[in-house]
């Protein structure tokens, strides 16, 4: 086996199976949030001022279409390395973006990351992080045990729960200035 997964262990199939629809959907639900506000978004990567303003547009434009590929890509176990290739280095792009703009002290721009407008901090890398071990779990080689229709269901539901997490998590970030001015209210 080539790719991501080459050198891990062996992992169960359900738990694989749930990693990979989990940063699937992560993607393409973030990549749906960029199209469907390509202003905001433009601008809230223009924030990070990584890149030369005559490349903002273009990178704009591009990045939600490699999300999608890469969402697309790590469903079917056929392409799933490759998703997981593009997927890793697409949240290795954002998370290195995010970790130079906290180095630089502005830890109050919008991330940019689609859907609940998330302010940099420590939270969004480690839940970068998080997601960049799923996406390693997911390209994983799978045990070579029978899959049954019970596995199926368990990681439907499994990746419901995760989703539910990441969405939680989200939330919480997207507050987290406002629960640290209240804490710091006299």
């Known amino acids: ?19 990979a629809a989990v940063v699937g959907a992560v993607l393409l639900i973030g990549a749906a949030e960029k199209l469907r506000e390509p202003e905001t978004w433009r601008d809230a990567l223009d924030n990070y001022r990584l890149l030369p303003s005559a490349a903002v547009g273009a990178f704009a434009r591009t990045l939600p279409l490699l ?9 079917p176990l056929a392409t799933r390395q490759a998703g997981a290739l593009l997927a ?3 949240l290795a792009v954002f998370t290195a973006a995010i970790a130079i703009n906290l180095a630089r002290g502005r830890d109050r721009i919008d991330c940019g990351c689609g859907g609940a407008h998330t302010p940099l901090g420590t939270g969004v890398v480690l839940r970068n992080v998080a997601l960049m071990l799923l996406v390693v779990a997911a390209a994983a080689p799978l045990h070579g045990r029978a899959t049954v229709w019970l596995d199926f269901v368990a990681a439907g539901f499994a990746t ?15 507050r987290q200035t406002q629960l640290l001015d209240l804490r710091n209210y006299p």
Do not use: K
């Not at 539910?164 to 919480?172: D, I, P, Q, R, T």
């Open 1 to 19: 086996m080539n790719g991501v997964g080459a050198l891990l262990p062996a992992i169960d199939p359900v738990f694989a199976h749930s990693a």
């Open 67 to 75: 999300e999608i590929a890469a969402g697309v890509l790590l469903l």
């Open 88 to 90: 890793l280095a697409l």
């Open 160 to 174: 419901l729960f995760l989703l539910g997490l990441y969405f939680l998590a989200n939330s919480m970030l997207g």
